[in-house]
């Protein structure tokens, strides 16, 4: 195939674009070479495949957002290539079918295969990149409703003073935790822990400062856990639940003291100076339960087990 001209106010015309990672498949070189160049211009990188397999193989190593698929190719169409993509895909790929069909039937089917759009490989160049931006532009709405999706989903089961995991999370993480841990015969333990005479921070300093208090606390006992395998919930108020999985009493307990002592040797500074203070924990295991699997019969020992430490008189470990 004879590659039409490109000339350069075209390519202007077309709209440059912050540049996409962009996914060509065509077996005809002099027109997959026509196509990368106009889309190189425009300040896109494009990844080259001579075929529907070499296609889908770099797709499965690097990441593009826009995918442009020639229909007409030997053993393994264009359609073919969409339908795999669509099985596959993790996150979303604008696919653009290019193709010398146009009736109402080869659309239909081209769509239901998964193709996005369509472009005549008679086209001109400032058609090709005016679908190209469209495709570009539906993939970045796509990539802010993702963010917005997570942040959402952050704010769901985040406490946003402290920004652990709030008692919602909690109570959907744990009874799965508690599972796993039966089912895999494996231990679990919990802490609860509480900071000691909350109310005279707050009385003596002011809620805003007992609201840094909180957060101090929060940041030092998740700073001190095994990152990605331990988690941290804000309970209420002055209050957190530490979940360790895969942890038996004895090593809960020895957490649960390393807490302690990091928290009573830890100043936090205000601007009325500095505030040392110290936090009350109490210790249960799934063992401890006697076969009782239960979130609630967990939290409701480890709550006893803080009680008995604050009776000790505070800034101590039970279990």
């Known amino acids: 195939m004879k590659s039409p001209t490109v000339s350069k106010k075209e390519i202007e015309n077309s709209g440059q674009q912050s540049g996409m990672q962009v996914l060509l498949v065509d077996d005809d070189f002099f027109f997959r070479e026509y196509i990368s160049l106009l889309l190189e211009e425009a300040g896109h990188k494009v990844l080259k495949a001579a075929s529907a397999e070499e296609g889908l193989h770099i797709l ?16 393994f169409s264009g359609l073919d290539f969409c339908i795999q993509v669509r099985r596959w895909e993790q996150g979303y790929h604008y696919i653009i079918l290019l193709t010398g069909k146009e009736t109402s039937a080869e659309v239909v089917e081209g769509l239901s295969a998964g193709a996005d759009d369509f472009i005549k490989k008679s086209a001109s160049p400032s058609e090709v990149m005016a679908r190209v931006k469209c495709g570009a532009r539906i993939i970045q709405q796509h990539r802010k409703l993702e963010e917005q999706k997570e942040k959402i989903a952050q704010l769901a089961e ?69 990152q990605n395998v331990d988690w941290v919930c804000r309970y209420g108020g002055e209050e957190f639940v530490i979940v360790l999985p895969n942890t038996e009493l004895e090593k809960g307990v020895r957490t649960a003291e390393k807490l302690r002592t990091i928290l009573e040797r830890s100043v936090m500074t205000t601007e009325n100076g500095e505030l040392n ?37 505070r800034n101590c470990v039970s279990f």
């Open 277 to 313: 203070f110290t936090a009350s924990f109490g210790v249960a295991a799934l063992s401890s339960l006697k076969g009782v699997y239960e979130m609630e019969s967990l939290l409701q020992l480890a709550d006893e087990r803080l009680y008995e430490s604050k009776n000790k008189g």
């Open 60 to 75: 499965k190593t690097h990441p593009c957002s826009i995918i442009l698929t020639d229909w007409m190719m030997p053993a």
């Open 158 to 226: 985040r406490d946003p003073l402290t920004n652990v995991y709030n008692r919602h999370f909690l109570y959907t993480k744990l009874p799965g935790e508690i599972k796993r841990s039966k089912r895999y015969h494996i231990e679990l333990s919990v802490i609860m822990a509480d900071i000691d005479y909350f109310k005279r921070i707050n009385d003596g300093h002011g809620h805003l400062i007992g609201d840094r208090a909180i957060k101090f606390f929060a940041h030092t006992l998740s700073e001190n856990l095994r």
